[in-house]
């Protein structure tokens, strides 16, 4: 398919377990340690998602790491355990908050931050403690560790020169997809823009190799490989003054990424939504992060710092949502 194939698989994709492999009560709620409601959240979202939780609590990683000093799937597996074997009602995220600067150069213990920047670093600070030991690893081989084999697919962006129609493809792994919604009110008419040809000219001219000199092009990105987590932000910042797009964007319960694929032949590919991070606040730059998880007994939780409250569905499917996990 034009992309290069791994010269060494670094975790078997039949290993991962997508469903419960026990079944409990919600965990423990997160104490707050001064401006932490974002790190809180995405914590949660993480603990709930089923086939990270399963590595975290074989141990798995830890009885084989040999890193000396900080190692964030360490530090995942010792939180995920605690939240799921602790017999009290809150747990202090503390491993996490003193090793801020290592997961993050622009976090800082008590300043507020971003939850989707927090997941982001967060999920690559998990990728080199996978690669730690695989030294000389290619580039293909790297999409194969237990973080890009739960939460990575690959993008198919193919450009058409709009003068002599030569075609070109280039593909990219992703971790989460960031979606605009300025114009969108939903989730799928969302992914609809995102997979739209877009023209480029003007300053967007691209230089073709046929023609030799920069030419106006079509650019159509597609979902060329889907993930076994579906991780999406809906981009609520408006502009670099942090005002805040607040408008509810609907999002289902179940998703079919079938038709944003490179290929929309076929079965559907069927998802259901399982955590969602919300931020509430009138501007992007304050207000307080919480979130919807869905724990192994089926029930839904409202998770906001130290409580955790059941709620149902409906209450789910009704949110401000920013951040949008589903499971395949």
Request: glycine residues 6%; charged residues 20%; neutral net charge.
């Amino acid at each position: 398919e034009g992309m290069a194939l791994p010269q060494r698989i670094l975790f078997p994709p039949e290993e991962i377990c997508m469903d419960w492999q026990q079944r409990q009560r919600p965990g423990a709620g997160l104490c707050n340690l001064g401006s932490t409601c974002y790190i809180n959240v995405i914590l949660q979202c993480l603990t709930y998602t089923p086939p990270l939780a399963n590595y975290l609590l074989s141990r798995d990683h830890s009885q084989l790491c040999h890193r000396q000093g900080f190692c964030m799937m360490c530090i995942m597996e010792a939180h995920v355990r605690k939240v799921f074997c602790s017999s009290a009602n809150v747990i202090w995220p503390r491993a996490v908050v003193r090793d801020l600067k290592f997961i993050g150069e622009e976090f800082e213990p008590d300043m507020a931050g971003d939850a989707y920047e927090f997941l982001r670093c967060a999920l690559e600070a998990m990728q080199r403690a996978c690669l730690s030991g695989s030294s000389d690893v290619d580039i293909s081989s790297q999409t194969t560790t237990i973080i890009h084999q739960i939460f990575g697919g690959f993008l198919k962006s193919r450009v058409i020169c709009l003068r002599c129609q030569a075609v070109s493809d280039s593909f990219n792994a992703f971790l989460h997809v960031l979606l605009d919604i300025k114009v969108p009110s939903s989730l799928t008419t969302a992914l609809e823009d995102f997979v739209a040809p877009k023209k480029l000219d003007g300053k967007y001219c691209l230089r073709c190799s046929k023609c030799e000199k920069k030419v106006t092009a079509s650019k159509k990105v597609t979902v060329h490989r889907v993930p076994k987590v579906f991780t999406v932000c809906l981009e609520r910042a408006a502009d670099h003054t942090g005002k805040k797009i607040s408008k509810i964007v609907e999002y289902p319960e179940y998703l079919d990424l079938r038709p944003y694929m490179s290929d929309t032949a076929g079965e559907p590919l069927l998802y259901s939504l399982y955590a969602l991070v919300v931020h509430s606040g009138d501007t992007c730059l304050d207000g307080h992060f919480f979130c919807y998880t869905k724990a192994s007994n089926g029930q839904w939780y409202k998770m906001d710092d130290e409580s955790v409250d059941n709620c149902g569905i409906h209450v789910v499917l009704r949110q401000q949502a920013y951040l949008l996990f589903y499971a395949r």
